[in-house]
């Protein structure tokens, strides 16, 4: 027990390196006052102390860091930036996994576990740009083929993703543009012995080389078809219920087989009244008994006396 109050006494002291006086010891540390004096003679053995005013502090050798006086709280705030950082890509660098070191070796001897932790995390920071720049490397060396391809009209030999080998002649290096600037993403071709055209992602591809067979690009190239949109069902039976809310969420349930505007009212009571055109079937019906007590049917009658019948059917299933 003494030998962890040594411990919590250091670690207080390196947490403040203007001093602490000895009642602020005793309270932080959660002792009686008499018993510091104690604690103090033993830290004695391991770390320098002075006596400043009746400030208890570490005497730090003139040569070290500044960074060796974080507090408890820096510590921990710290370490989840530099966690934070490991995510962050756009600012990944070896300097920082280089400063993040430096800052662990200084953390050592008062918050060894967090400086445990600064190290993997350099460590990893370390292992991600490796990675990342041997993926640079392949993919600038794939770039640059298709682009000697594009150039000299020859046919480009792939190996993409799947493990699938790939001849294309390439037609186009397709871009991405955003707030970073433009960059190049796919490549767009002919598949060999094929008439078909085809869009690959560069960063699927695995290796490519450039063979002796040459191609042209036809004069007559028409745009690509991009796929047109499948138009929206059209239900051909719709009925105009009008229903109350009383949970305004259970609006959401009837979004997809609404197909009109919806209109809506308060009532004199304070009521929301909803009014819409709906498809006239079994969904529609479902939606409203899976609503409950939350949605009243008000209109039309013939449409609540079908639904009410219904709901006999069903109950009258359970009561045989």
């Known amino acids: 027990m003494k030998g962890e109050r040594v411990a919590q006494l250091e ?16 309270r932080r540390l959660g002792v009686h006052r008499s018993t510091i004096s104690r604690y103090v003679e033993e830290l004695k053995n391991k770390v320098e102390l002075i006596d400043d005013n009746n400030l208890i502090k570490i005497k730090n050798p003139p040569d070290e860091q500044e960074i060796e006086n974080l507090s408890l709280y820096e510590a921990l705030a710290l370490n989840m930036s530099a966690e934070a950082l490991v ?3 756009d600012i990944q660098n070896p300097h920082l996994a280089s400063g993040l070191r430096k800052i662990a070796m200084s ?3 008062y918050a060894p576990k967090i400086s445990d932790n600064i190290f993997a995390l350099a460590d990893k920071i370390e292992k991600s740009l490796e990675n990342s720049t041997n993926r640079t490397k392949v993919y600038n060396k794939i770039l640059e083929v298709l682009i000697d391809c594009w150039v000299s009209g020859h046919i480009a030999r792939m190996i993409v ?4 080998e790939v001849e294309m002649a390439p037609y186009f290096i397709g871009f991405k543009e955003d707030s ?3 960059y190049p993403i796919t490549v767009t071709g002919r598949l060999r012995h094929t008439m078909d055209i085809v869009t690959i992602n560069i960063s699927g591809i695995k290796s490519a080389i450039m063979l002796d067979e040459t191609y042209t690009i036809p ?5 690509f078809k991009t796929k047109e949109k499948t138009p929206g069902y059209d239900a051909i039976d719709m009925i105009p219920l009008t229903i109350k809310i009383k949970e305004r969420s259970a609006l959401n349930s009837f979004s997809t087989i609404i197909h009109s505007d919806i209109e809506t009212k308060i009532n004199e009571k304070g009521e929301l009244i909803c009014s819409f055109k709906a498809e006239n079937s079994i969904e529609t019906m479902l939606r409203i008994i899976q609503s409950g007590t939350s949605v009243e ?3 039309p009658e013939s449409y609540k006396k079908r ?4 709901l006999e059917s069903i109950i009258n299933i359970y009561r045989k």
């Open 307 to 310: 639904l009410l019948s219904y």
């Open 180 to 182: 970073l600037g433009r």
């Open 161 to 164: 993703e799947s493990g699938e």
């Open 219 to 223: 004069d007559n190239l028409k745009p």
């Open 107 to 109: 953390m050592r001897s």
């Open 297 to 299: 049917v008000l209109s």
């Open 11 to 26: 670690l207080l002291l390196k947490s403040h390196p203007e001093g602490l006086r000895r009642a602020e010891i005793a």
């Open 87 to 89: 995510s962050s890509i």
